[in-house]
């Protein structure tokens, strides 16, 4: 998996121009989710490490030792990888129907195109407040998997192929409260099917 390794962590380049999403995900709501959040995210994280026994560690020792013990840290560091994810798992014209392989271990595991749009859906507005919705291997099946806040599927041992943000920083500018609005243009316009067989 594609994870910047060690510490200090860096904002990576977007895949894209903070416009590329429109008119679904405007310039505006990218110049902050992109440009403040995940930059503070990053900022935080770094000085959270400095000096700490985690300065050695990867990221993904880091999430895993941090996360009973060291909230703060993993929740900064888990937010550099969830954000790096989230970019990656849109592109311009996405959307669509999962391919090759992807697509066949995609319809072993949901019964049609439809009701995984609507499982993902109905994690994504069923989830309490901050978190995020991803799509995971669990070896044999893919599977709909909803964390709050920063938490992700790392530390559960389940390989993450593509994510949502839904915190309300993500398309609150966009959408205000409409959520399930966000949830579906995600879906039907944005997914990046490509990253997610990547990721297999
Ligand atoms: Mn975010």
Known sequence: MDMINRFPFELRALPYAQSALEPFISAHTMSFHYAKHHQAYVTKANELIKGSPYEKETMLEILKKSKEQDQAIFNNTAQIFNH???WKSMKPSGGGVPQGDLGKKFF????SYEKFKEEFASAGIGQFGSGWVWLVSDGEKLRILKTGNAD???????????TLDIWEHAYYLDYQNRRADFIKVFLDHLLNWDFAASNL
């Open 84 to 86: 790096d994810f989230f």
């Open 108 to 111: 072993d595991s949901f019964a």
């Open 152 to 162: 992700n599927p790392l530390t559960y041992g389940l390989k993450p192929l593509l």
